[in-house]
């Protein structure tokens, strides 16, 4: 799986984008768990962030396949 | 509905564009950065874009919106990196046989706009 | 709030307005003449103003739309006389801190102008 | 008296402007009378109309003096 960080995401994460390997199906709130084991400030992104796959927002109930490009979607603020 | 995205780190230079002999009206909107963030100082503000994702929502948003009110054609102009307190971190014109889907069209646009497409306002530089 | 308004013959030209840092928004209405009026094709309207009372009337309904819709400036351009296809017969520019007074005393205006402001289609020239 | 007349009212007058001699104060349903009198055609305005005085419309209880400048304003179509 890619996760890609924009903008506060990246900053919390100090990368860009990492390869994280999983071997099953991740619910969306099994995702956040996974990211904020990692970096643990995510924590404070995840409620008000979404997450997009393909260009598009990810629905609540969607299910995230190992081989995923995740991009983690901070508030916008654009315009 | 014809639309045209620009998304880059360019200076925002509208371009006059030919007119339709069936465009009654051109709607604009240009946000530009003020000399204040949070009631404090600056002397720009720094955006970033997730690219891809957004001109592809941008484009979903615009189409969505038009089945409401017919318009012509929508550019949109944003710029990303470090812009400048007096230049424009977004140019729309949208261009419409009447005025009203024109204005309709703009203003729900720009709502959207900051609801749902990836860019940010990542960072101020003081002033 | 700035109010600045110019009626005349001349072809309608926006200048480019230099930026104050406490200015966050502009937006912009250009109507334009569409090639056909009243399913007719055409090649132009002439337009004609009562030009002292025009102005003042416009001056009149800014100041009372700024009182709800607060903007900085405002600037009309409205032309007279034979208007080609394609080309602007009027142009509004409306300057503010925030984007939803600017588009709200923008559309308000427009539709004011329309009812109040007298100014006149008094021909078509055929296409 | 002066009368401006414009757009399509000079159509039907056929002058932009005339003195109009008048030795009282008028309503404005005075006013409309003695202009449909001159110009047989404004009749076709009267209710669409408004009249001006002043670069201000006139409200209905106006009173017009014999001295008065008058305009008057059919459906405007601006914009």
């Known amino acids: ?24 199906p991740l619910s969306s709130a099994e995702f956040w768990d996974l990211i904020i084991r990692r970096h643990a400030g995510m924590a404070a992104l995840r409620t008000s962030s979404r997450l997009a796959r393909g260009n598009e927002f990810l629905p609540a109930d969607a299910v995230i396949a190992p081989s995923d490009e995740i991009v983690i979607i901070p508030p916008v603020s654009g315009g | 509905m014809q639309i045209e995205i620009i998304i880059n780190d360019a200076v925002i230079i509208p371009p006059t564009d030919t007119i339709d002999s069936g465009i009654g009206a051109l709607a604009e909107f240009t946000g530009l950065v003020r000399g204040e963030e949070n009631d404090r100082p600056i002397s720009a503000l720094v955006y970033e874009a997730y690219q891809p994702m957004a001109e592809t929502v941008m484009r979903r948003l615009l189409t969505e919106l038009a089945a409401a009110h017919p318009c012509h054609s929508v550019r949109v102009q944003h710029r990303t990196g470090i812009i400048h307190v007096g230049e424009a971190a977004i140019h729309v ?3 419409a046989k009447h005025r009203a889907p024109a204005f309709a069209l703009l203003a729900a646009f720009m709502d959207r706009l900051k609801q749902d497409v990836p860019i940010w306002k990542i960072d101020t530089l003081p002033a």
């Open chain 2, 93 to 95: 014109a949208v261009h």
């Open chain 1, 1 to 24: 799986m890619t996760v890609l960080y924009f903008a506060h995401a990246r900053r919390i994460s100090t990368v860009a984008q990492e390869e994280i390997t999983v071997t099953a």
